[in-house]
């Protein structure tokens, strides 16, 4: 599976997203977080805020739901056009239902695991599944420091996975940057979210290409 990279704008200018979005133009793709402040302790931006990027992009938008109630609201954002909508496992009463509704609104269907939320109950849901993103840091704000913790998991996901035919993709987010990111591809990972290490950069693009080709050697 090629490597692929998806800065998330949380660690962007919100003033200047658009801007942002060119910045990063050999990005896969735009990695947007969407908090409401009770799944995660901290608030960021919504549906409009999404449909407003998705005219001022073509980069495809990749959206991580970090809300209490994904069944209500996943679907609207794979019917705005987001690419891929990722909902957590910790939060969905309904994923197979909304899974399976992203999917039939045309996006790539995320599932999203916690650092400690375990990846074996949910082997059954992988036929479900597009892509699974493994928390390397508990959800909520960017720039933290990544958590080794789940490398051992990452391994079984990637064994799992591995066992579907390289369909399903291993997204990993949190502390992702130059110094983590080989450890995540050697782990079996192959979609990269890097907020503050590709935004905190002073040449954007220039972080994209350096990640790339670490992740490339992993
Ligand atoms: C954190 C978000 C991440 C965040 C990552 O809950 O899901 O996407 O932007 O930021 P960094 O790469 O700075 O850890
Ligand atoms: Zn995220």
Same mark, same amino acid.
Request: charged fraction near 20%.
């Given at each position: ?59 495809? $938008? ?15 954002? &794979? /019917? %705005? !056009? @987001? ?84 369909? $399903? ?15 995540? &591809? /050697? %782990? !079996? @990972? ?29």
């Amino acid at each position: 599976m090629a490597v692929q990279i998806s800065p998330s704008i949380l660690s962007a200018d919100f003033a200047r997203l658009a801007e942002a979005a060119a910045s990063v133009p050999n990005a896969d793709w735009l990695h947007v977080d969407v908090m409401d402040n009770h799944f995660v302790p901290n608030l960021t931006l919504g549906l409009p805020v999404v449909e407003s990027l998705l005219k001022a992009t073509s980069t495809p $938008i990749d959206c991580h739901l970090m809300i209490e109630d994904p069944d209500r609201w996943a679907p609207a954002y &794979a /019917e %705005a !056009g @987001a690419g891929s909508v990722t909902i957590h496992a910790e939060a969905a009463k309904a994923p197979v239902r909304t899974l399976r509704q992203i999917r039939a609104a045309g996006a790539r269907a995320g599932f999203a695991l916690n650092p400690a939320t375990p990846v074996e109950p949910y082997e059954d849901l992988l036929g479900e599944i597009d892509m699974l993103l493994l928390m390397t840091v508990e959800p909520g704000f960017g720039g933290q420091r990544f958590l080794d913790v789940v490398l051992p998991k990452l391994r079984r996901a990637g064994e799992l996975v591995g066992r579907r035919g390289g369909q $399903i993709w291993l997204q990993v987010d949190g502390g992702v940057s130059a110094e983590t990111i080989e450890r995540c &591809a /050697e %782990a !079996g @990972a192959d979609v990269f979210v890097a907020g503050s290490a590709v935004f905190g950069a002073e040449d954007p693009a220039r972080a994209v290409d350096e990640l790339r080709a670490l992740a490339e050697k992993g």
